[in-house]
């Protein structure tokens, strides 16, 4: 089972791109990496998935480089209301048990 | 947009009584999970459902706990012989694709507090 590493929090303010590094090491060929937010006391969030190199939706980007051992969530311009935990998960093709890490809680201040 | 649902939002209930929580994943998904988490605790996986049965379950889900989904649109979680340490959110989610090819919809969650 490919293990996640991130920062346990991070602190912003508003307007600035926040970007969360999660750390894959042992990622496998078929994982897919995937973002969840999770405000307090609601269900986790899906927000964003890539399997290799970058992609973007409405919400945020996910870069990953080559070797895919880590991936980068980025948020551009947050606002008070981006303030969550974030979670970085990696997919073990093959079984259905989708395994969240510790998560970044990320602090948006004015 | 389609959602999720669960209830009860919140139960209290007395150490040793059994749980049902219910949930109703969205129609067209394949895929059925319960999460727990407990307060200030990561989001844990408990089991994983397809196709009627048991898919993938973590070391938290043993004989305590059973799944069912009696009527195909209801998903339940059932928890015998609650203990203390069973007090937390619990999460149902669901999913067109397995595990992590797709997005997994979650629910706003029901809250057990175990007495």
């Known amino acids: 089972l490919a293990k996640t590493t991130q920062p346990i929090s991070m602190d912003s303010y508003e307007g600035q791109e926040v970007n969360i590094t999660c750390s894959h090491n042992?990622?496998?060929?078929?994982?897919?990496i995937t973002w969840y937010q999770q405000f307090p006391s609601q269900g986790p969030r899906f927000i964003i998935q890539?399997?290799?190199t970058k992609v973007t939706n409405e919400v945020a980007s996910l870069f990953i480089p080559a070797d895919r051992k880590s991936s980068t969530l980025s948020l551009p311009r947050v606002s008070l209301s981006d303030t969550a935990v974030y979670y970085c998960l990696v997919w073990t093709g093959g079984g259905n048990k989708l395994t969240f890490g510790t998560g970044t809680q990320l602090k948006v201040e004015l | 947009e389609p959602e999720v649902t669960q209830t009860p939002s919140h139960q209290v209930t007395q150490m040793g009584q059994e749980v049902i929580l219910r949930c109703v994943p969205i129609?067209?998904?394949?895929?059925f999970y319960w999460y727990r988490q407990i307060l200030g605790q990561k989001v844990e996986f408990l089991v994983s459902f397809y196709n009627n049965e048991i898919s993938e379950k973590s070391e938290i889900f043993d004989d305590q706990f059973s799944v069912e989904r009696p009527d195909g649109s209801n998903f339940t979680l059932k928890i015998r012989s609650t203990k203390l340490e069973d007090s937390a959110m619990y999460f149902c989610?669901?999913?067109?694709?397995?595990?992590?090819?797709?997005?997994?919809?979650f629910g706003e969650g029901s809250r057990l507090t175990v007495l």
């Open positions: 042992n990622i496998a060929t078929n994982d897919y």
């Open positions: 989610a669901s999913s067109v694709l397995q595990g992590g090819t797709g997005e997994l919809f």
């Open positions: 129609s067209n998904h394949l895929y």
């Open positions: 890539g399997y290799k």
